[in-house]
């Protein structure tokens, strides 16, 4: 597709469940980023991929939150044993490399009941 | 610590007024700085950047200058347009190795006709 593409659009999952949020970047981007951006505030860090690595997971809130990307492509973002302090908006973006424009997707609204 | 602080919200404008809408940060070293916008329903996009001291951003009318004395980066536009309401987001990248970017809260725009 023309753009980065996540879905689904929206989750609605119940407390202690487990949840996938997927990604699908630019094609040929080789950098990818997970955000999480709660109401009323800005995207916060929390994952970033250099081809299949993690080259920096410092904004993972908790062990409950792991990410993989595996052919340096699509990327899953994973949380276990959701809580409602879990509900936001979850944003991917990509960029061609290091160091150049990144470029987000609409994201995922995720609510947790 | 590392952070950005933009006006609060929201901010209601008339047509071809002017448009302030002021960034601060702090951070060790030179960041870059970054305007992203998010239109109703779409994703963040890119507004406008710039990677030293001095330098000026501009794109779509808007323009914003690295200020390392007053460590600002503060968004203008001399002429609003309805077509500009949307939520602006200042934001900063530190200085070599970390691609996360750092975000303030947004700031909501409305320009009436």
């Known amino acids: 597709g023309a753009g980065v593409s996540q879905t689904p659009s929206n989750k609605v999952t119940e407390k202690g469940k487990y949840v996938e949020l997927r990604c699908d970047p630019i094609s040929g981007h080789t950098a990818l980023y997970w955000y999480r951006q709660s109401l009323g505030q800005g995207p916060e860090f929390l994952i970033y991929?250099?081809?299949?690595?993690?080259?920096?997971d410092s904004g993972l809130p908790n062990d409950r939150f792991f990410a993989v990307r595996p052919e340096g492509s699509v990327s899953t973002l994973k949380i276990q044993r959701t809580e409602r302090g879990d509900s936001a908006v979850y944003l991917c973006?990509?960029?061609?490399?290091?160091?150049?424009?990144?470029?987000f997707g609409q994201g995922t609204r995720l609510t947790v009941v | 610590g590392n952070s950005v602080t933009q006006m609060e919200g929201p901010v209601t404008l008339s047509e071809e007024a002017f448009l302030t809408i002021n960034c601060t940060y702090t951070?060790?070293?030179?960041?870059?700085l970054f305007w992203y916008v998010q239109y109703p329903g779409e994703g963040l996009q890119l507004l406008l950047k710039?990677?030293?001291?001095?330098d000026k951003g501009s794109n779509k009318g808007f323009e914003a200058t690295y200020r390392k004395e007053t460590t600002s980066f503060h968004l203008e536009k001399g002429s609003v347009q309805v077509s500009d309401s949307a939520v602006y987001f200042c934001?900063?990248?530190?200085?070599?190795?970390?691609?996360?970017?750092?975000f303030g809260k947004g700031t909501k725009l409305t320009v009436n006709p």
């Open positions: 934001a900063r990248r530190p200085q070599g190795g970390s691609e996360k970017l750092v």
């Open positions: 973006a990509s960029s061609l490399t290091m160091n150049t424009e990144a470029f």
């Open positions: 951070a060790t070293g030179y960041p870059s």
């Open positions: 710039a990677t030293k001291a001095d």
């Open positions: 991929f250099q081809g299949t690595g993690a080259a920096d």
